[in-house]
């Protein structure tokens, strides 16, 4: 039984305006497995487990449950053929009690409507399948986040499903919750229940997953059997480079100037949030370009949304040239000369029906405050300034910047903040999902920036371009800064790979 | 390429729909535009639309600004009816009711009350963070209980020529209610305009936490929205009073909410909030007040004009429903970005929204 | 890591409390409000002497037949996250609907099912637009309420009397002896009452109506018919709307383009006051009931006080906002 084929996937292509988000990926899930599915931001993950459960239709290739070719057409078909979701941020609802979540829609029914006795009494059996003793009459929301998530797989188990999509049902655990999770899947899996599993922890994806799928860019780079692909080698497939090339690229980092000598832009002490940065210290100099390295969910952008005051820590202090600061709203920050562009362009970056000289002196506008506009002469001399600089197309400010392709929607952001004039900026993944010419441009301006004086905090996915820009970097793996490199002309993309993935007998580099 | 860009603009259908009822009117009565001069002043149908729309449009200017905030205000017939039950009770009690100061004093007290009402709902908004809508709810309750205590359940009515003036008066051959009307709302496009008021309202209301991330504080920007529109609707609870010298608590501003949020839709800002267009709701307001005028006109019941209406919030929300916009074609596909995953709160698959996920 | 170790909530979050405590939680605000009601008696009974009659409790419930039944559909409604404008106009179509149909002789039996059905037509029109189109029902509903109140207007101008025995009946037929009484149309109602809470508890429809309310996105997810449920909750809203029309034509003998006029805003007062959260997901239609009597024994203590009536908006004003700061208290404190 365990090894049977039970869902098959075959050259899925899905189509968004503008953006093919699934391009010819194949995907078996088989029974008695743990199936594991990779890849970084953009890579398809998500858009492959809506295929999946039905959430979006596909556009070209096949489904097949159980020998059968499926189509279908809401999460409900997905269900019946007997595929079970449990996603990442819990999607149970809170205000009913566990038992009725567990049974929502299949509740047990007599002569006088439903049998709550005989719902509940189903509910705490299945819950007992998998281990759990919780009263099936409790509210839901008066348990934890990882109590819900085995809430959502018991509901999953009712359904009798022979595959279970796990959609990273870790991301906010800590270890002993995950364990308790892992146990439950190993049962389930131990059964010939079919479990793909979604996450960014290395760790996990080698402690629980028997296979593993990598995508990129929306393409398959493979599948492979876990314990023959070792995890060097992982990470290079998810980040898109051969063994060969990876240690071909060394440092481009232009000449360090006089960083790390007078007095810290920013000084982060034990900065900490539960569930989403451990305790992190952080150093950065004027003129100094430095990176983040590693993977999605690594803690690398939530330690950046700390430095912002996008998020409030839990513990820790911030300096600001030596001095505490309280930087507990982006306002603080940006009143401190601390700029923050955001990883998520379209909803946290652009003001999409504004136009791009609104978008330009938004950050500006904002901290001089409504009562005192900018003139329109200030106005065009900072959009003139920073539409040439960034070589923005098109040059017409009057554009709406949502009908901007996505690499000058970010050279406008970027201009936004460079506005303000700061002396340290964040850029999260400044890059991503622009073209390699627009990509360039940027980087180039990064390090001119840094040329002037300004401190840069930069985040990216793509190791290469962490390598040939930082003077410094700093890796990140399961929400903790590990290591500190200093980028000097021997550093290369493998060593950082060598950091994120762990692997101590490869690790033979300049680890702080 | 000129012509396109003219029928492409938010304005030519609502323009569109003004031109065709006055045509319409026109054609069956041609006195319709005929414009008389007496005793100084201009009379005629359409000095009488400019009249009797400064009222609903003071309510729509404010409507407007609250709504691009993503917000609603359902308090503002009931702020109406106090603002009126205000200057009157004072006038009323005044021992020289013709007297210039005294209406004076009795207006200013009138809209500052109001000012205290928007103020509160904008502190329930953006403060204690109650769901727009439910904030305002609570005035639009209680504030004709406010009004009725004021007046003491009376109609009170009152003889002061001045303050009959709003109302009635003519300037420079033109209804004083009409320049009123004409005056704050240039003021106010003016100086939400001017001042950086306006972007960051819309900044607001197109993505909240981009701007939180950009540094606007939402809060004091969404107080004074709430507290503009309590102002406004007070000084068209003023012109109400006085066109019919009385405070009647109980049918002042009865369903202006209602017609102001209809103007606001009809003039093109969505009610999902962010751009703004202050001509297109006086466009809005043109359009409600012609179609109540020509129903008139035409003789048919004006008791019958709220199918028409419904006629209207029909039509607008059919061509603004995604579903219907996604089997017109992909020309008008909106990219408005939601903050939630892609494309999971509708059905369609096809959706720009699902581009962030890429 | 053992695979057979026991999972256990205790230990992650907080205190436990116990399975009895936890039910009462989610019924806090019902109790609520009638603790307030009882309160209200409670201290009339000590201020007037002779306030708690069976007199009093009787009429608490025939003064306002039609607004519980309004309240059992808006409860519905707001348990979804919706909300429903056009209840009060329906009344008015309904009414003289019925005036007309009555005037051209036709038998009760006829008109009566006819003066719901306008309603449940109404309704769903409005489920339409909210559920295939996606139109937010604020402003769907709000369409619902001019096309009623239009629609009463084309039917009549003016107020029509009624003569009908039948439906005299509903409100004009007193059961009981002495003091104690009641009527057609209150039972009518309280069936209704005792009929919407077995649809909510017992049925996976009442079950998928919460379930919208507490996180729509999930609801789909999880693969409930989320479309149906809220078209058939406008339905089911208009129906009570076109219920409410007949007990209020009953109630007046006459049908009037003017009747119901902001009726809407005391059903949602009512069910707000009851306990039901607007944006949602929790709520009782025991506690709309309980908001119905608090609104009706407002009422009534204003009356017998001889304080003026518009004390009574100012009076609902204040408890819904106290209600609505409770409530964002509490949704504060569960995030938090």
Same mark, same amino acid.
């Given at each position: 039984m365990a090894g049977e084929v039970i869902a098959e996937l075959r050259h899925i292509s899905i189509t968004f305006p503008g953006v093919?988000?699934?391009?010819?990926v194949d995907l078996v899930l088989r029974a008695g497995e743990v199936h594991a599915l990779m890849g970084e931001n953009g890579a398809g993950k998500s858009t492959l487990i809506k295929a999946l459960t039905g959430v979006y239709r596909i556009d070209e290739g096949s489904i097949t449950v159980a020998g059968a070719e499926r189509v279908f057409s809401s999460t409900a078909d997905a269900q019946a053929a007997g595929i079970a979701t449990v996603y990442q941020e819990v999607?149970?609802?809170?205000?009913?009690t566990v038992g009725e979540n567990i049974m929502l829609g299949r509740e047990a029914r007599g002569t006088f409507g439903i049998n709550w006795r005989a719902t509940h009494a189903a509910a705490a059996e299945a819950m007992a399948r998998l281990g759990l003793t919780i009263?099936?009459?409790?509210?839901?929301?008066?348990?934890s986040l990882a109590v819900q998530q085995l809430v959502a797989i018991a509901r999953a188990t009712v359904l009798d499903s022979s595959v279970l999509v796990l959609d990273e049902?870790?991301?906010?655990?800590?270890r002993s919750e995950v364990q308790q999770l892992f146990a439950i899947v190993r049962r389930l899996r131990d059964a010939g229940t079919a479990v793909l599993f979604v996450t960014h922890f290395l760790e996990q994806v080698y402690e629980i997953s028997d296979r593993i799928t990598v995508l990129r860019n929306g393409r398959l780079v493979g599948e492979y059997r876990t314990a023959e692909l070792p995890r060097w080698d992982l990470v290079s497939r998810m980040l898109g480079h051969e063994l060969s090339q990876l240690e071909a690229i060394g440092a481009r980092a232009s000449e360090v100037g006089?960083?790390?000598?007078?007095?810290?832009?920013l000084t982060a002490e034990g900065l900490y949030k539960k569930?989403?940065?451990?305790p992190s210290d952080l150093v950065l100099y004027p003129g100094e370009i430095v990176g983040l390295a590693g993977l999605?969910?690594?803690?690398r952008t939530e330690l950046a949304r700390l430095i912002y005051g996008a998020d409030r820590a839990d513990a820790g202090r911030t300096l600001v040239k030596d001095s505490p600061r309280r930087l507990t709203t982006p306002r603080a920050a940006l009143g401190n000369r601390i700029a923050f562009s955001s990883e998520d362009r379209r909803s946290e970056g652009i003001?999409?029906?504004?136009s791009v000289r609104q978008n330009l002196v938004l950050a500006v506008q904002a901290k001089r405050g409504w009562a005192r506009p900018l003139s329109r002469a200030q106005q065009d001399e900072l959009v003139g300034r920073y539409v040439a600089a960034m070589g923005?197309?098109?040059?017409?400010?009057?554009?709406?910047?949502?009908?901007?392709?996505g690499g000058n929607q970010q050279k406008v952001l970027l201009g936004r903040w460079l506005a303000t004039d700061p002396e340290l900026i964040i850029l999260d993944?400044?890059?991503?999902?622009?073209?390699v010419g627009a990509k360039a441009e940027i980087q180039k301006a990064i390090t001119d920036l840094a040329a002037t004086g300004v401190a840069v905090l930069f985040i990216s996915s793509e190791l290469e371009e962490v390598v040939r820009v930082s003077h410094r970097i700093y890796v990140l793996r399961d929400r903790r800064v590990i290591a500190e490199v200093v980028n000097?002309?021997?550093?290369t993309v493998s060593d950082i790979v060598n950091l994120i993935a762990g692997d101590a007998d490869r690790a033979e580099t300049s680890a702080a | 390429m000129n012509a396109s860009r003219i029928v492409h603009h938010r304005l030519f259908w609502p323009v569109v729909a003004l031109v065709a009822l006055i045509l319409i009117n026109t054609i069956s009565r041609?006195?319709?535009?005929s414009i008389t001069v007496k005793e100084g002043g201009l009379y005629g149908s359409l000095i009488d639309i400019l009249r009797n729309s400064s009222q609903l449009m003071l309510v729509a200017l404010g409507m407007t600004l609250v709504i691009a905030t993503r917000g609603i205000d359902l308090s503002v017939g009931a702020v109406l009816a106090v603002a009126g039950a205000v200057s009157l009770t004072f006038i009323g009690g005044?021992?020289?009711?013709?007297d210039l100061g005294t209406v004076t004093i009795a207006v200013l007290l009138g809209l500052a009350v109001t000012l205290v009402l928007g103020a509160w709902n904008g502190f329930l908004v953006s403060?204690?963070?109650?769901?727009p809508i439910i904030a305002t709810l609570l005035l639009m309750f209680a504030g004709r209980g406010i009004a009725m205590l004021i007046t003491k359940g009376q109609i009170t009515t009152i003889n002061s020529p001045p303050y009959a003036q709003f109302a009635s008066g003519h300037l420079l051959g033109l209804p004083v209610a009409f320049l009123v009307a004409l005056a704050v709302t240039v003021l106010v496009a003016v100086v939400v305009r001017r001042s950086a008021l306006g972007m960051l309202m819309e900044a607001v209301g197109v993505n909240p936490e981009a701007s939180r991330l950009a540094g606007v504080q939402a809060r004091g920007i969404i107080w004074i929205v709430y507290a503009l529109s309590g102002l406004l609707a007070g000084m068209s609870g003023i012109l109400y009073s006085s066109n019919i010298?009385?405070?009647?608590a109980n049918n002042a501003g009865l369903n202006i909410e209602l017609d102001a949020i209809l103007a606001v839709v009809i003039g093109g800002?969505?009610?999902?909030?962010g751009r703004f267009s202050i001509a297109g709701t006086v466009v809005g307001v043109l359009i409600i007040q012609t179609l109540t005028t020509s129903i008139t006109f035409l003789g048919i019941?004006?008791?019958?004009t709220p199918v028409f209406k419904a006629i209207v919030v029909i039509a607008i929300c059919l061509t603004q429903s995604q579903r219907v916009r996604a089997a017109i074609g992909s020309r008008h596909r909106r990219t408005r970005q939601t903050p939630t995953a892609g494309g999971l709160g509708t059905e369609s698959p096809i959706e720009a929204e699902k581009a962030a996920t890429a | 890591m053992s695979a057979e170790s026991p999972v256990q909530?205790?230990?992650?979050?907080?205190i436990q409390t116990g399975p009895v405590l936890r039910r009462v939680n989610a019924w806090l605000p019902v109790i609520a409000t009638v603790a307030i009601l009882l309160l209200m008696l409670l201290a009339g009974q000590l201020y007037f002497?002779?306030?708690?009659t069976p007199r009093l409790v009787s009429s608490l419930f025939d003064n306002n037949p039609y607004l519980i039944v309004l309240a059992v559909g808006m409860t519905f409604v707001i348990l979804t996250g919706g909300i429903d404008l056009s209840v009060g106009s329906v009344i008015a179509f309904s009414g003289l609907l019925g005036a007309q149909l009555f005037a051209a002789g036709l038998p009760a039996v006829v008109v009566l099912p006819l003066m719901v059905l306008s309603g449940t037509l109404i309704g769903a029109v409005i489920g339409i637009m909210v559920?295939?189109?996606? +139109?937010q029902p604020f402003i769907a509903s709000l369409a619902g309420m001019f096309l009623a109140r239009g629609l009463a207007y084309v039917t009549s101008l003016k107020s029509l009397p009624i003569k009908n025995d039948g439906l005299n009946w509903l409100l004009g037929t007193s059961w009981g002896g002495g003091q104690w009484y009641t009527t057609p149309g209150v039972v009518l109602a309280l069936l209704l009452v005792a009929l919407a809470f077995w649809v909510l508890h017992y049925t996976r429809f009442g079950r998928t109506v919460y379930a919208i309310g507490g996180n729509e996105q999930s609801a789909r997810l999880m693969g409930l018919p989320v479309g149906r449920t809220k078209f058939l909750i406008y339905v089911i809203s208009g129906t009570g709307a076109g219920i409410a029309g007949v007990l209020f034509a009953s109630y007046t003998q006459s049908g009037n383009p003017?009747?119901?006029?902001g009726m809407e805003l005391q059903a949602i007062a009512a069910v707000v006051i009851g306990?039901? +959260?607007?944006?949602?997901g929790s709520g009782y239609v025991l506690g709309s009931l309980a908001g119905v009597l608090v609104y009706g024994l407002i009422q009534i203590a204003i009356t017998y006080m001889s304080v003026d009536s518009w004390w009574t908006y100012i009076v609902i004003g204040v408890l819904l906002l106290v209600f609505v700061v409770f409530q964002r208290a509490l949704s504060a404190r569960r995030r938090g």
């Amino acid at each position: 039984m365990a090894g049977e084929v039970i869902a098959e996937l075959r050259h899925i292509s899905i189509t968004f305006p503008g953006v093919k988000a699934l391009d010819d990926v194949d995907l078996v899930l088989r029974a008695g497995e743990v199936h594991a599915l990779m890849g970084e931001n953009g890579a398809g993950k998500s858009t492959l487990i809506k295929a999946l459960t039905g959430v979006y239709r596909i556009d070209e290739g096949s489904i097949t449950v159980a020998g059968a070719e499926r189509v279908f057409s809401s999460t409900a078909d997905a269900q019946a053929a007997g595929i079970a979701t449990v996603y990442q941020e819990v999607n149970l609802c809170a205000n009913l009690t566990v038992g009725e979540n567990i049974m929502l829609g299949r509740e047990a029914r007599g002569t006088f409507g439903i049998n709550w006795r005989a719902t509940h009494a189903a509910a705490a059996e299945a819950m007992a399948r998998l281990g759990l003793t919780i009263d099936p009459r409790s509210q839901l929301s008066s348990h934890s986040l990882a109590v819900q998530q085995l809430v959502a797989i018991a509901r999953a188990t009712v359904l009798d499903s022979s595959v279970l999509v796990l959609d990273e049902p870790t991301s906010s655990l800590d270890r002993s919750e995950v364990q308790q999770l892992f146990a439950i899947v190993r049962r389930l899996r131990d059964a010939g229940t079919a479990v793909l599993f979604v996450t960014h922890f290395l760790e996990q994806v080698y402690e629980i997953s028997d296979r593993i799928t990598v995508l990129r860019n929306g393409r398959l780079v493979g599948e492979y059997r876990t314990a023959e692909l070792p995890r060097w080698d992982l990470v290079s497939r998810m980040l898109g480079h051969e063994l060969s090339q990876l240690e071909a690229i060394g440092a481009r980092a232009s000449e360090v100037g006089d960083a790390e000598s007078g007095t810290p832009v920013l000084t982060a002490e034990g900065l900490y949030k539960k569930g989403s940065v451990g305790p992190s210290d952080l150093v950065l100099y004027p003129g100094e370009i430095v990176g983040l390295a590693g993977l999605l969910g690594s803690g690398r952008t939530e330690l950046a949304r700390l430095i912002y005051g996008a998020d409030r820590a839990d513990a820790g202090r911030t300096l600001v040239k030596d001095s505490p600061r309280r930087l507990t709203t982006p306002r603080a920050a940006l009143g401190n000369r601390i700029a923050f562009s955001s990883e998520d362009r379209r909803s946290e970056g652009i003001i999409g029906d504004l136009s791009v000289r609104q978008n330009l002196v938004l950050a500006v506008q904002a901290k001089r405050g409504w009562a005192r506009p900018l003139s329109r002469a200030q106005q065009d001399e900072l959009v003139g300034r920073y539409v040439a600089a960034m070589g923005v197309h098109p040059a017409d400010p009057e554009v709406p910047i949502k009908n901007l392709s996505g690499g000058n929607q970010q050279k406008v952001l970027l201009g936004r903040w460079l506005a303000t004039d700061p002396e340290l900026i964040i850029l999260d993944e400044p890059t991503r999902g622009i073209d390699v010419g627009a990509k360039a441009e940027i980087q180039k301006a990064i390090t001119d920036l840094a040329a002037t004086g300004v401190a840069v905090l930069f985040i990216s996915s793509e190791l290469e371009e962490v390598v040939r820009v930082s003077h410094r970097i700093y890796v990140l793996r399961d929400r903790r800064v590990i290591a500190e490199v200093v980028n000097g002309e021997d550093t290369t993309v493998s060593d950082i790979v060598n950091l994120i993935a762990g692997d101590a007998d490869r690790a033979e580099t300049s680890a702080a | 390429m000129n012509a396109s860009r003219i029928v492409h603009h938010r304005l030519f259908w609502p323009v569109v729909a003004l031109v065709a009822l006055i045509l319409i009117n026109t054609i069956s009565r041609p006195t319709f535009l005929s414009i008389t001069v007496k005793e100084g002043g201009l009379y005629g149908s359409l000095i009488d639309i400019l009249r009797n729309s400064s009222q609903l449009m003071l309510v729509a200017l404010g409507m407007t600004l609250v709504i691009a905030t993503r917000g609603i205000d359902l308090s503002v017939g009931a702020v109406l009816a106090v603002a009126g039950a205000v200057s009157l009770t004072f006038i009323g009690g005044s021992s020289h009711p013709g007297d210039l100061g005294t209406v004076t004093i009795a207006v200013l007290l009138g809209l500052a009350v109001t000012l205290v009402l928007g103020a509160w709902n904008g502190f329930l908004v953006s403060v204690i963070k109650i769901q727009p809508i439910i904030a305002t709810l609570l005035l639009m309750f209680a504030g004709r209980g406010i009004a009725m205590l004021i007046t003491k359940g009376q109609i009170t009515t009152i003889n002061s020529p001045p303050y009959a003036q709003f109302a009635s008066g003519h300037l420079l051959g033109l209804p004083v209610a009409f320049l009123v009307a004409l005056a704050v709302t240039v003021l106010v496009a003016v100086v939400v305009r001017r001042s950086a008021l306006g972007m960051l309202m819309e900044a607001v209301g197109v993505n909240p936490e981009a701007s939180r991330l950009a540094g606007v504080q939402a809060r004091g920007i969404i107080w004074i929205v709430y507290a503009l529109s309590g102002l406004l609707a007070g000084m068209s609870g003023i012109l109400y009073s006085s066109n019919i010298m009385a405070a009647d608590a109980n049918n002042a501003g009865l369903n202006i909410e209602l017609d102001a949020i209809l103007a606001v839709v009809i003039g093109g800002t969505s009610l999902a909030g962010g751009r703004f267009s202050i001509a297109g709701t006086v466009v809005g307001v043109l359009i409600i007040q012609t179609l109540t005028t020509s129903i008139t006109f035409l003789g048919i019941p004006p008791a019958i004009t709220p199918v028409f209406k419904a006629i209207v919030v029909i039509a607008i929300c059919l061509t603004q429903s995604q579903r219907v916009r996604a089997a017109i074609g992909s020309r008008h596909r909106r990219t408005r970005q939601t903050p939630t995953a892609g494309g999971l709160g509708t059905e369609s698959p096809i959706e720009a929204e699902k581009a962030a996920t890429a | 890591m053992s695979a057979e170790s026991p999972v256990q909530s205790a230990g992650f979050r907080g205190i436990q409390t116990g399975p009895v405590l936890r039910r009462v939680n989610a019924w806090l605000p019902v109790i609520a409000t009638v603790a307030i009601l009882l309160l209200m008696l409670l201290a009339g009974q000590l201020y007037f002497g002779d306030f708690v009659t069976p007199r009093l409790v009787s009429s608490l419930f025939d003064n306002n037949p039609y607004l519980i039944v309004l309240a059992v559909g808006m409860t519905f409604v707001i348990l979804t996250g919706g909300i429903d404008l056009s209840v009060g106009s329906v009344i008015a179509f309904s009414g003289l609907l019925g005036a007309q149909l009555f005037a051209a002789g036709l038998p009760a039996v006829v008109v009566l099912p006819l003066m719901v059905l306008s309603g449940t037509l109404i309704g769903a029109v409005i489920g339409i637009m909210v559920a295939v189109f996606d +139109i937010q029902p604020f402003i769907a509903s709000l369409a619902g309420m001019f096309l009623a109140r239009g629609l009463a207007y084309v039917t009549s101008l003016k107020s029509l009397p009624i003569k009908n025995d039948g439906l005299n009946w509903l409100l004009g037929t007193s059961w009981g002896g002495g003091q104690w009484y009641t009527t057609p149309g209150v039972v009518l109602a309280l069936l209704l009452v005792a009929l919407a809470f077995w649809v909510l508890h017992y049925t996976r429809f009442g079950r998928t109506v919460y379930a919208i309310g507490g996180n729509e996105q999930s609801a789909r997810l999880m693969g409930l018919p989320v479309g149906r449920t809220k078209f058939l909750i406008y339905v089911i809203s208009g129906t009570g709307a076109g219920i409410a029309g007949v007990l209020f034509a009953s109630y007046t003998q006459s049908g009037n383009p003017l009747a119901g006029l902001g009726m809407e805003l005391q059903a949602i007062a009512a069910v707000v006051i009851g306990g039901t +959260i607007l944006s949602g997901g929790s709520g009782y239609v025991l506690g709309s009931l309980a908001g119905v009597l608090v609104y009706g024994l407002i009422q009534i203590a204003i009356t017998y006080m001889s304080v003026d009536s518009w004390w009574t908006y100012i009076v609902i004003g204040v408890l819904l906002l106290v209600f609505v700061v409770f409530q964002r208290a509490l949704s504060a404190r569960r995030r938090g």
